[in-house]
């Protein structure tokens, strides 16, 4: 809704669907999430940077910059061997600017888990696994989201988890 009731939540829009909705000084926004999982297990970065820190991938809230940080810290352009670079990478709907959702953005994504799995189905929705978010934790350590509690914690970097990428429309 106009004032961000979340009547759109679940809506097929931008290439994804609709896990959260806002008015921003006057502007209908929403956080779009990706249709599928990108990937059932990556690492969050490339092996080299995953015991230092990105120090410009700490916002629990914008994970555009996160990401943008992630991929910079590797000195080359954003690839599918992990988290970061394959979210920035996702196409879907012919967009392309997508990232990985920062905590913050994750949690909107866990919030909305329900009604995005009745929609997608159990295939494609939200598994009741972790995902990735672009908040790093600190050097080594990065945040996620365990959609079948709703809980965030902090894991390696160097572990895998899934993959799903998100985009503002």
Same mark, same amino acid.
């Given at each position: 809704? /106009?004032?961000?009731?979340?009547?759109?939540?679940?809506?097929?829009?931008?290439?994804?669907?609709?896990?959260?909705?806002?008015?921003?000084?006057?502007?209908?926004?929403?956080?779009?999430?990706?249709?599928?999982?990108?990937?059932?297990?990556?690492?969050?970065?490339l092996?080299?940077?995953q015991t230092?820190?990105? +120090?410009?991938?700490?916002?629990?809230?914008?994970?555009?910059?996160?990401?943008?940080?992630?991929?910079?810290?590797?000195?080359?352009?954003?690839?599918? /061997?992990?988290?970061?670079?394959?979210?920035?990478?996702?196409?879907?709907?012919? +967009? /392309?600017?997508?990232?990985?959702?920062?905590?913050?953005?994750?949690?909107?994504?866990?919030?909305?888990?329900?009604?995005?799995?009745?929609?997608?189905?159990?295939?494609?929705? +939200?598994?009741?696994?972790?995902?990735?978010?672009? /908040?790093?934790?600190?050097?080594?350590?990065?945040?996620?989201?365990?959609?079948?509690?709703?809980?965030e914690?902090?894991?390696?970097?160097?572990?895998?988890?899934?993959?799903?990428?998100?985009?503002?429309?």
């Amino acid at each position: 809704g /106009t004032s961000g009731g979340g009547g759109n939540i679940g809506k097929l829009l931008g290439g994804g669907i609709v896990v959260a909705e806002w008015n921003e000084s006057g502007v209908a926004k929403a956080l779009v999430a990706s249709l599928t999982d990108l990937s059932v297990g990556l690492q969050w970065s490339l092996p080299a940077y995953q015991t230092t820190s990105t +120090f410009s991938s700490a916002s629990p809230s914008n994970g555009v910059s996160n990401t943008n940080g992630i991929i910079t810290q590797t000195t080359a352009p954003a690839d599918v /061997t992990y988290a970061a670079g394959l979210a920035r990478l996702h196409n879907g709907g012919g +967009f /392309t600017d997508w990232y990985l959702p920062a905590i913050f953005e994750l949690a909107l994504c866990y919030n909305s888990a329900a009604i995005v799995n009745k929609v997608l189905g159990d295939v494609n929705g +939200f598994i009741l696994s972790s995902y990735w978010s672009s /908040t790093e934790y600190e050097a080594g350590w990065n945040y996620v989201r365990v959609v079948s509690s709703g809980q965030e914690g902090s894991r390696l970097k160097n572990e895998t988890h899934k993959v799903r990428s998100v985009r503002y429309y």
